[in-house]
């Protein structure tokens, strides 16, 4: 689904020609039949690399703020839960933009039909250290409104679908993040847009950018607004089973944790 989600982002409509996919089922299908089935997970070693320790970093950062934020009466507004989403994606970015350079990279390699294809080691060494963080400031467009948005939404969620004795089992945390995901997802579909632009290496005669504004202009210009709700779809596809999962595990684990040390839940 992310492999599908980076190829339609990846479309640059100025071009004669260069309209590969018609949609995300004719990206998926036109994957599987020209790269075979294993084609769908090019970039699946970043993924693997960067999955666990990016999500462990912007729980940590998003639910200590909380604990920060919270009053002694317990109260803890909006806006406030807000900053505490956006600070566990602004933490993330960090660990994030590196992998998902590499991975985009990947990603869009089999589009290639001519020179070698290279692997995630070939990629690191041609960009190099400064060049993994290409592309950070649209990270941060993107994973800090995500953030903001997702985890106060997933909080009131998990609220609103506790049984009446105020508990969350895993079928209502599961529930509570992936309805999360889908506003989330869904409205930072412009800046996963962009980034994806700029992190993407433009193959002869391709349209390049030079920053964030550059590209937001350009593609605007060339291609109309539609443009940047490219792959939105797959995107909110991806991401809300995928918080899905995370946050019901993430809570659960919590929760045992508690149980076993005896200590309140900001300590454990």
Known sequence: IDLVKTRMQNQRGSLAGEIMYRNSFHCFAKVVRGEGFFGLYRGLLPQLMGVSPEKAIKLAANFTMRD?????????PLWKECIAGGSGGACQVIFTNPLEIVKIRLQVAGEMTEGTRTGAIGVIKELGFSGLYKGASAC??????FSAIYFPVYAHMKT?????????GAVSLVGAAMIAGVPAAGLLTPADVIKTRLQVKARSG???????????????????????????????????????????????????????????????
């Open 160 to 168: 609103y679908l506790a049984d009446e004795d105020g508990y969350n």
């Open 68 to 76: 920060l934020l919270t009053s002694k009466d317990g109260n803890l």
């Open 140 to 145: 941060f467009l993107r994973d800090i409104p």
């Open 206 to 268: 391709q349209q390049t950018y030079n920053g964030l504004i550059d590209c937001a202009k350009k593609i605007y210009k060339n291609e109309g607004a539609k443009a940047f709700w490219k792959g939105a779809g797959a995107r909110i596809c991806r991401s809300s089973p995928q918080f899905g999962v995370t946050l019901a595990t993430y809570e659960l684990l919590h929760e045992m944790f508690h149980l076993d040390l005896g200590k309140s839940t900001s300590t454990s």
